[in-house]
T-cell receptor, first 115, second 112 residues
Framework: AQSVAQPEDQVNVAEGNPLTVKCTYS??????LFWYVQYPNRGLQFLLK??????LVKGSYGFEAEFNKSQTSFHLKKPSALVSDSALYFC?????????????FGSGTRLQVQP | NAGVTQTPKFQVLKTGQSMTLQCAQD?????MYWYRQDPGMGLRLIYY???????DKGEVPNGYNVSRLNKREFSLRLESAAPSQTSVYFC???????????FGPGTRLTVL
């Protein structure tokens, strides 16, 4: 079985400050990890993914995420937050060694960036 | 290139009514998915289709049926709607080569 935990329902940060949105995962094999963002009344948009290789993954809009196998974490980060980053963020996992291709999503973290 | 489209955008049903949610993609993707999104629960997989002609149950399939009509279209049917099916429904398709899912804009369904 595969699962994802996003321990924070909401993260508040001031514009210009660094932000971190936390994600931990559980899979029986090796993970494929993803971050998606959802703006109000919109579908999810892909931000970045970890498949293999470098533990620091860079994605869209200046976001990056660090894969930590020992801590089974994949936290999303950005050095300087913008008000326009305010949205709902989802972490997702897929077990690379399982045949099924569907993702398991976390419950989401709402990021609020204050001006 | 419209990506993933869903119809309708909004729908209100009475308990026991039936309806079909439509989804189409123009990206020539093999895999398509139906999710529901409920507050505090993220997205949960209802059904998916790895390729034309195949469908498989996801995490929460009860009360739903699907049809993969062709490579482009993947519909979700509620035969007898229940208030517990009030949710936002998202369709997605996957580009195999980069393992990335593309989502439609969603259908907001209310069952009274």
């Amino acid at each position: 079985a595969q699962s994802v935990a996003q321990p924070e329902d909401q993260v508040n940060v001031a514009e210009g400050n660094p932000l971190t949105v936390k994600c931990t995962y559980s899979v029986s094999g090796n993970p494929y990890l993803f971050w998606y963002v959802q703006y109000p009344n919109r579908g999810l948009q892909f931000l970045l993914k970890y498949i293999t290789g470098d533990n620091l993954v860079k994605g869209s809009y200046g976001f990056e995420a660090e894969f930590n196998k020992s801590q089974t974490s994949f936290h999303l980060k950005k050095p300087s937050a913008l008000v326009s980053d305010s949205a709902l963020y989802f972490c997702a996992v897929r077990d690379k060694d399982m045949g099924r291709r569907a993702l398991t999503f976390g419950s989401g973290t709402r990021l609020q960036v204050q001006p | 290139n419209a990506g993933v489209t869903q119809t309708p955008k909004f729908q209100v049903l009475k308990t026991g009514q039936s309806m079909t949610l439509q989804c189409a993609q123009d990206m020539n993707h093999n895999s398509m998915y139906w999710y529901r999104q409920d507050p505090g629960m993220g997205l949960r997989l209802i059904y998916y289709s790895a390729s034309e002609g195949t469908t498989d149950k996801g995490e929460v399939p009860n009360g739903y049926n699907v049809s993969r009509l062709n490579k482009r279209e993947f519909s979700l049917r509620l035969e007898s709607a229940a208030p517990s099916q009030t949710s936002v429904y998202f369709c997605a398709s996957r580009r195999t080569s980069v393992d990335e899912q593309f989502f439609g804009p969603g259908t907001r369904l209310t069952v009274l």
